[in-house]
């Protein structure tokens, strides 16, 4: 294989499927977890004959990727609402069982007025901000959209879902247990609310991959989603949410300069690894851009296009031509900049596969 | 068209690469564009058709699709150091005419013997550093390297090459012509020692896009690279180096969310919007993420994979729904997270293009 390109473990992948599914099966929680990671249908599979209950996407592009492969039930967690994009995800509703999110009255509207035209009734989850400040109902508005979708007899209101990540009190933290704890701790008092109302809240999903443990233990949430644990990245190790060993996909480069006898050129930069966790930010202080395997010492210092620059430990022995392996900081937007990636099974066979829902924007 | 979506418009590309190409005419140098900008063989042959050399790219899969779209003349500009990538370069040179980067012994070579198995005589450039730090040999290794060029048979010196971007004493700056000049001089300095040795360096290979008229300027080089200059991009406009109504492409996108009147959710994150130029760093101090176009007190704030956040001005008259376009901070890198993009012509007619090269890394 031509270097750069991502090489995944199916060992460790297989791995990583089923403890995840393990720890929701022992609380009786439900996994569907958010393909955004893979985007790629054959590794979504694996996660459905490991017992997932379905699959996440943040797009309707992915979920129509995902459909024509054969999957049937899809949560796409992203609020729509344009007309054009509410046409395809009727249309998408037509061929599977799909859940859409619903953050604004707007939003609501939006979708009632085509489940009206289509005769439909279209099942919806309310997304509720918990601390992360992005999308996702505030607090004081919660209520209003709930009605709004709850009064219309064209929308199914299945429940409350919110992505939170690493947060307590609005501020990134390594103690992902306390994040988790708060997340559940938020939903339930949103539920508790809406029920107060009279609007049923049958559903509370919940949980990525920092916190999807301490989610699902509470045994106050249905469902949890998270991503990453497919793959695992040096961001979520940082975190604590999983060993070096756990990481299944690494980006394979050659050094194609070496100056000073250690600033190694490695022929992959930013079109090749994500960018957009940076090195030396709070909390997670990451050391680079991503973690040399088996160089301890290498530090991943800069990029550009299309190079990288790794300063190599005093004693390394690599030279011009030689591959090196790298964990990425962000596997999921890594993954999102290569048309394709190598599966090694255990017995070193490797398969290329298309991440066939790369670039999925819309 | 849905959201995310980069928009390109006709008018101002073709201005731009007009005005690059009559620079380029006045001072009798060639201009061979870099497409790792566009990564579209369409645009491509716009550069050409005005008027362009031949054209620059950083990977030989890139070549190859340029190659395939019936461009004949292309430089690659990375140095090429391992068996598989040799094999498939020699390919390509049985196709059209390549030029090679070679900065290592190691890799003239690694070329050398590969020319001479075929019996071939490639025609290769040597990269050398100036003050860049990254590819391209240092100064103490230059005349080693160029030697071992010079002396095989199966290699062509054609000439000399450099990258180095903004950058003057090894430090990013503003004064794009002060680090026009300096390159220059560096090269000349260069040429100067290898002619010493007896070498003959054919071609000075010089200039990108906020040094390229400084270089050009000078008439002591034979070619300039540049690459943004086509579309152009809020870096290149801090840099001073256009006019904003001279960016060419934009990323368009719907506000989904807006939160406190103000904090508008916008349906485009890392996964749209290239975010290895980060913002408030040294020289360029960039103000967010973007530039949004015709609201100037907007700040794009922050980004997640599939969210932006961009606080608007305090009379804003936006909702959700609303769709506002967004000038990246750099477009080669954001273009490259897309699968097409729309040009629209001066009468609002709009054709959709495949990023053919986008992913193109090997």
Chains 1, 2 share one sequence.
Not at 25 to 36: S, W
Not at 99 to 125: H, P
Request: aromatic share 4%; net charge negative; glycine share 8%.
């Amino acid at each position: 294989m031509e270097t750069p390109y991502i090489r995944v473990q199916k060992r460790i992948v297989k791995e990583n499927i089923q403890r995840m599914q393990d720890d929701a099966n022992k609380q009786g929680i439900a996994l569907r977890p958010h393909c955004k990671t893979h985007k790629t249908p054959e590794i979504a599979f694996w996660q459905l004959e490991a017992g997932a209950k379905g699959i996440t996407v943040a797009k309707i592009s992915e979920a129509s990727v995902m459909i024509e492969a054969g999957i049937t039930d899809i949560f796409i967690a992203y609020p729509i609402v344009t007309d054009d994009k509410i046409a395809n995800v009727i249309a998408l509703c037509k061929k599977a069982t799909i859940t859409l999110a619903v953050d604004s009255v707007f939003g609501a509207k939006k979708l009632a007025e085509a489940a009206k035209r289509e005769g439909m009734v279209l099942n919806v989850r309310l997304e509720v901000d918990t601390g992360l400040n992005r999308a996702g109902a505030r607090s004081e508005k919660v209520i209003e959209v709930a009605h709004s979708i709850h009064n219309d007899p064209h929308l199914y209101l299945d429940g409350i879902f919110t992505f939170k990540g690493a947060v307590v009190e609005e501020k990134s933290t390594l103690d992902t247990s306390a994040a988790g704890e708060d997340e559940v701790s938020r939903l339930q008092q949103y539920k508790a609310r809406l029920t107060e109302e009279g609007i049923p809240v049958p559903v509370i999903s919940a949980g990525s991959t920092p916190t999807a443990r301490a989610v699902s233990k509470t045994r106050n949430v249905e469902e949890i989603r998270p991503g990453t644990y497919v793959y695992n990245d040096a961001m979520q190790y940082k975190l604590g949410v999983c060993e070096l060993s756990q990481c299944a996909a690494s980006v394979v480069v050659t050094i194609v300069g070496l100056h000073d006898d250690r600033l190694a050129v490695i022929d992959g930069g930013s079109k090749t690894f994500a960018t957009d966790i940076q090195p030396d930010q709070n909390p997670l202080r990451l050391n680079g851009f991503g973690i040399v395997s088996g160089h301890p010492d290498a530090v991943f210092l800069r990029m550009n296009e299309e190079h990288g620059i790794v300063q190599l430990g005093e004693n390394h022995r690599l030279n011009i031509g030689d591959k090196i392996e790298i964990i990425p900081n962000h596997i999921c937007s890594t993954v999102n900049l290569h048309n394709h990636f190598y599966v090694e099974d255990e017995l070193g066979e490797t398969t290329k596969i298309r991440v066939a829902a790369r670039g999925c924007l819309q």
